[in-house]
């Protein structure tokens, strides 16, 4: 019996001991890889213009930063995994190439991604006039005011553009924008200037971004639902109103430059965790924002032009489960009931450069 015993228990420590042995053999994941993006402009080699950069882990975001052809961007302490990126589109550059398109990142090491972009020819901006009189109409994205704070809008963005641009020139900045404005409020603003006495008047440049409180108010249960009564009444009003919207102002002003924008999703397109539903509100969502966004598109004038944010951000943010890197819309699972469908400063800044890009277009 003891002898059966003493042998029972070397079994049990030979076993014991074989375990410890196959563990530690177990490679340890590294948390400690490195990325390096270098950037190259092939026809202008000390090219000093930023670029963002997503940087994807196994197909999915990660983590995002800004790379200029001086400044390598760098991504460290990454865990093992698949990396590839991704580069957002800019105005006046073509991307001609990233390599490698992936790299498998592992055991503590540096991978490099080199990405090229061609320079297109330059747009010249329109030339200076005697002095320029900013006239902004619009919501709290206007005014930069959000649950979280106060953001510097596009529109100072826009105007310190309109100052650096214009040496010499005189620029004013009125900035009309009311938080909770809606298509109904601002057509009854401007149509109280029955003699046209007003600001928009005396305007040389006038920026306009309307819409989005007509439908906000459908999102609810901390935007986790939507009332589509809300929601439709809301657009019904926006599509009648806004032609009217622009009628009002060629009324007081007939050759003002018109500059809008299209009103964006702030729903994920795309699922991300804690926020599995997004992509099915999101579709719901599209159904009022594509009819609110047709009225604006529409518009026929020479002098009006519109920036294309919905597109644009639903390509490079919804479609990748990033809006929450442009707008106050993805907290922390514990303050979902804090969700914010009002622009980040990332967003404001990306709103600033879009709306300068489509003054600088040829009308």
């Given at each position: ?86 580069e957002a589109s800019k105005v006046g550059y073509s991307l001609v190439s990233i390599s490698p398109d992936s790299v498998r990142a592992s ?156 009103l964006y999703n702030p729903y994920n397109a795309a699922s991300i965790r804690y926020y599995e539903g997004d992509p099915a509100l999101h ?81």
């Amino acid at each position: 019996m003891k002898k059966s015993m003493v042998v029972f228990i070397c079994m049990l420590a030979l076993i014991f001991s074989f375990n410890i042995t196959v563990n530690a053999a177990k490679p340890v994941p590294s948390a400690n890889n490195t990325i390096r993006v270098v950037k190259t402009v092939d026809n202008n080699p000390t090219d000093t213009a930023e670029f963002s950069i997503t940087l994807l882990k196994d197909g999915k975001y990660y983590s995002e930063g800004i790379v200029t052809v001086s400044f390598p961007l760098v991504f460290s302490n990454l865990p093992d995994g698949r990396y590839s990126i991704t580069e957002a589109s800019k105005v006046g550059y073509s991307l001609v190439s990233i390599s490698p398109d992936s790299v498998r990142a592992s055991k503590n090491s540096t991978y490099t991604f080199n990405v090229v972009n061609h320079k297109e020819d330059t747009i010249d901006p329109p030339p200076p006039s005697d002095s320029i009189y900013y006239v902004a109409l619009g919501d709290s994205i206007g005014t930069g005011d959000t649950s979280r704070g106060t953001t510097s809008s596009y529109i100072i963005g826009f105007y310190n553009y309109l100052v650096t641009a214009n040496p010499g020139i005189n620029v004013t900045l009125r900035n009309l924008s009311t938080n909770g404005d809606d298509s109904s409020d601002l057509l009854g603003k401007l149509r109280a200037d029955t003699n046209c006495t007003g600001d928009v008047a005396k305007a040389t440049i006038l920026t306009l971004d309307i819409g989005g409180n007509n439908v906000l108010p459908a999102g609810e249960n901390s935007f986790s639902t939507i009332n589509h009564t809300v929601a439709q009444e809301g657009t019904l009003r926006f599509e009648s109103e806004y032609p009217l919207i622009i009628d009002e102002i060629r009324r007081c002003n007939p050759t003002v430059e018109i500059i809008t924008m299209t009103l964006y999703n702030p729903y994920n397109a795309a699922s991300i965790r804690y926020y599995e539903g997004d992509p099915a509100l999101h579709i719901a969502v599209e159904a009022y924002v594509s009819r609110i966004n047709v009225k604006i598109r529409e518009i026929s004038d020479p002098n009006y032009r519109f920036a294309e944010v919905h597109d644009v951000w639903k390509t490079q943010y919804a479609d990748l489960g990033k809006m929450g890197s442009v707008t106050y819309f993805y907290p922390n699972v514990l303050l979902k009931f804090t969700r914010d469908p009002h622009p980040n400063q990332t967003g404001q800044n990306v709103l600033t450069e879009m709306m300068k890009q489509t003054y600088l277009q040829t009308p």
